[in-house]
Structures are given as structure tokens and as C-alpha cells.
């Protein structure tokens, strides 16, 4: 059974920088499995805020961007605002199915 | 602009059957596949699986196989999950993902309650 393992939880401080990971353990993170990242806040919907590595929708605030770092896929933050503390999904495609990572809370302060 | 609405709650007993839908807007559901997703009480997104609306091809995860069933309905643009011999670890948030613009629309969810 394929997992996908990210930080359960971060703490940054106002202002600053924090990469979030996801590993998956058929081996290395790469294009080919589409990693997205979605944001979740307490009580709401999902909404996805990185698709295919990179790329941001409209609504992605400029500080988020997506990468792959090493043999894992990457969010980083930079500039993180209070209303940056949320939940953080990956998701990533395995031949035809897909699967979410745990989860990393990000907490600011 | 695209949205999903899915239907309301479900409180069903232990072993009984449930459907959920998701009608879209926006765009023709048979361009993009229909993904759902379960968010159990307090826990993280889980994948169930997807249905590509054009052929009504399938893909499930597989702690789902053999008790999930993904359909389309392309005519009322309508997706539905239905999840069979229900026990209360099936109780979750369970959410439609369009695969349209690059999973950029999420359902509002549809809490489905095992409960005996």
C-alpha cells in the first residue's frame, strides 16, 4: 500500500519562511506524480492551491509556491500571514489512482 | 464559474446502502473527471476514487473495492458515490473534486452518519 508522508505539524512565526514536504514511499517525488497541494481551515472545504508541481490557481496568494526538493515535493511559504495556519494536503498521482499525504498543521506564531 | 452542490446529510444504520451527489455547473461534467473524497471526524483527506464521465470508466482506491460505486450522469450533469454495507467507520465529510481546471472546484461536502 503506497503512503504519502508529510510533517504532521510546523510552527513559523509571522513573517517568515517554512517549506512543507511530501514524500512518498515508491521512492522519489517527480513531475510525473502531479503533486498538488491543498489548503484546508477549520470548518471549511478544501480548496486546492498548487496543481502539476508548480503551477497556482487565481485565487493562490504570490508567497505560496510549489517545487520539488531532493526526492520530495515542496511548498513553501514565504512571507507567512496569520491567516496563513491552516491543514496542508499533497496529493499525488499513482497510475491511475490518487493519494493524499497526512497532513502538516501549520501553525503561526 | 464552476460549482459543485452536493446533496444534504445522510443518517443511515449499520449494513444499509447510501448515495450522495454532486450536480455541476460551470462546465459539461464529461470533459473532466469526478473525484470524491472522505474527511472522517478530526482526521486528514482521504481518496475514494473517480469516474470518467465520457465512458463511465472507474477507479477506486483500495480499502473502498467491492463496497464503492462512482457514477455519472451526463444528461442532468450529476455525479453520484454510493458506498454499501456501511459501518460507523464510514461516518465522514464526503467531498466531490472536479479534475476541471486542475482540481480547482471542490464540493461543500455531504456528512454521512452510520448510526445505529
Known amino acids: 500500500q503506497t503512503v504519502v508522508t508529510q510533517e504532521p505539524s510546523l510552527t513559523v512565526s509571522p513573517g517568515g519562511t517554512v517549506t512543507l514536504t511530501c514524500a512518498s514511499s515508491?521512492?522519489?517525488?517527480?513531475?510525473?506524480?502531479?503533486p498538488n497541494w491543498i489548503q484546508q481551515k477549520p470548518g471549511q472545504a478544501p480548496r486546492t492551491l498548487i496543481y502539476?508541481?508548480?503551477n497556482k490557481h487565481s485565487w493562490t496568494p504570490a508567497r505560496f509556491s510549489g517545487s520539488l526538493l531532493g526526492d520530495k515535493a515542496a511548498l513553501t511559504l514565504s512571507g507567512v500571514q496569520p491567516e496563513d495556519e491552516a491543514e496542508y494536503y499533497c496529493l499525488l498521482y499513482y497510475s491511475g489512482a490518487w493519494v493524499f499525504g497526512g497532513g502538516t498543521k501549520l501553525t503561526v506564531l | 464559474e464552476v460549482h459543485l452542490v452536493q446533496s444534504g446529510a445522510e443518517v443511515k444504520k449499520p449494513g444499509a446502502t447510501v448515495k450522495i451527489s454532486c450536480q455541476v455547473s460551470g462546465y459539461r461534467l464529461i470533459d473532466y473527471h469526478m473525484h470524491w473524497v472522505k474527511q472522517a471526524p478530526g482526521k486528514g483527506l482521504e481518496w475514494v476514487g473517480l469516474?470518467?464521465?465520457?465512458?463511465?470508466?472507474?477507479e477506486y482506491a483500495e480499502k473502498f473495492q467491492g463496497r464503492i460505486t462512482i457514477t455519472a450522469d451526463t444528461s442532468t450533469d450529476t455525479a453520484y458515490m454510493e458506498l454499501s454495507s456501511l459501518r460507523s467507520e464510514d461516518t465522514a465529510l464526503y467531498y466531490c473534486?472536479?479534475?476541471?481546471?486542475?482540481?480547482?472546484?471542490w464540493g461543500q461536502g455531504t456528512l454521512v452518519t452510520v448510526f445505529s
Open positions: 473534486l472536479t479534475a476541471a481546471h486542475y482540481f480547482g472546484s
Open positions: 515508491t521512492g522519489a517525488v517527480t513531475s510525473a506524480y502531479f
Open positions: 469516474v470518467d464521465p465520457e465512458d463511465g470508466t472507474t
Open positions: 502539476s508541481t508548480t
